[in-house]
């Protein structure tokens, strides 16, 4: 029989209410997930949310950390191939140079399902869905609200720009995003825009840099609340005040960041949630079992300022 025709058999067996769509391998789903890595805070409730759903789900995780290599990911994915998983999901680190391998997923009729960041490529036939943000308008929002915050303002504002790591959707569409917005007013003006790899401590180098080369900064926007906590250590070594002498904008929310917005060291963030985990695994579910799902699911956010951020903190769950 081949593996359509079982593909098949086992969404009928679904159907009829008989089983839980596990596929080749026995009763229970088995899921390789390959992660980016652990270069932020966002990332680890991340992690911690897809662990935590599989088990809740019943599902059994096969979980890999890339340590933010692309080369570790296709190792993964090939050897969950190799292990023939019954899903692969995974959240690339870059949006470029998947189709190769994903193609092997194709071929070995293992469905795959793109967590968080997307791929470049237009094969959509490579994946049943890609759940996650959309990172070109999070990048609007975060423009919006310095539009708004110098309304009325003549004078040039100065913009530093800390990027997340190169060739990943949430630099690349976080940045157009932004950009798209301010590009209507030309007083706002990026002096300076540089990668600090969505890490806490490449925000705080990029950022030191920066300082020296542009004593004039006036705004800072960090691609991820990690980078900017970095940034913002690197603002007071150089006797300067974070939120005052410099506005900075974030993306993410994860609770180091909103903890620095309520003190008033950050001035506004864009959400951007890591809890992906239960809706994953209904999609695993879905896929498994050969039901539709939506190409396209997206994660359900909001924006904080330092007062809405004072009243969130008490409940956030990460
Ligand atoms: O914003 C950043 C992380 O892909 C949405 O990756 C994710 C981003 C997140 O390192 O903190």
């Known amino acids: 029989m081949t593996v359509a025709a079982l593909g098949g058999l086992v969404a009928a067996s679904a159907l009829a209410g008989c089983g839980d769509g596990g596929g080749g391998s026995g009763d229970s789903l088995t899921l390789g997930f390959s992660q980016v890595g652990a270069e932020s805070g966002w990332r ?9 759903s ?14 933010g290599k692309q080369e570790n990911q296709i190792k993964a994915i090939r050897s969950f191939i190799t292990q023939r ?42 994946y049943k869905t890609f759940i996650g943000s959309d990172f ?25 720009e800390l990027q997340g790591t190169p060739g990943a959707a949430p630099a ?25 790899d969505f890490t806490r401590t490449g925000g705080k180098q990029v950022m030191e840099t920066f300082l020296k080369a542009h004593p004039d900064i006036d705004v800072l926007y960090a691609h991820n609340d990690d980078m900017g906590l ?7 070594a150089a006797g300067k005040k974070p939120g ?24 506004y963030i864009v959400e951007c949630s890591p809890l992906l985990g239960p809706q994953l695994m209904d999609l695993a579910k879905k896929v498994n079992a050969g039901e539709e799902v939506p190409q396209r699911v997206l994660t359900e956010e909001t924006t904080f300022t330092q007062d809405q951020a004072q009243e969130a903190l008490p409940d956030r769950k990460y």
Do not use: C
């Open 244 to 267: 005052t002498d410099i506005k900075i904008i974030t993306v993410d929310a994860v609770h180091d960041g909103m903890q620095a917005l309520a003190d008033g060291k950050i001035n």
């Open 54 to 67: 599989a088990k809740q789900a019943g599902i059994d995780l096969k979980f890999s950390d890339a340590q």
């Open 85 to 126: 998983v019954d899903v692969i999901a995974f959240s690339p680190v870059v949006e470029s140079g998947w189709e190769t391998v994903l193609k092997e997923a194709k071929d070995a009729d293992i469905p795959v399902i793109l967590t968080d960041r997307a791929i470049d490529s237009p094969d959509k036939s490579l």
């Open 172 to 196: 690349n569409d976080r940045k157009a995003g932004f950009a798209d917005v301010i590009k209507a007013e030309p007083k706002f003006k990026v002096i300076a825009s540089q990668t600090g």
């Open 230 to 236: 970095g940034a913002i250590e690197a603002i007071e």
């Open 44 to 52: 680890t409730a991340n992690t911690k949310s897809i662990q935590e």
């Open 136 to 160: 070109v308008l999070e990048g609007k929002k975060a423009g919006e609200w310095l539009v708004k915050e110098y309304e009325g303002q003549d004078d040039p504002v100065n913009i530093a």
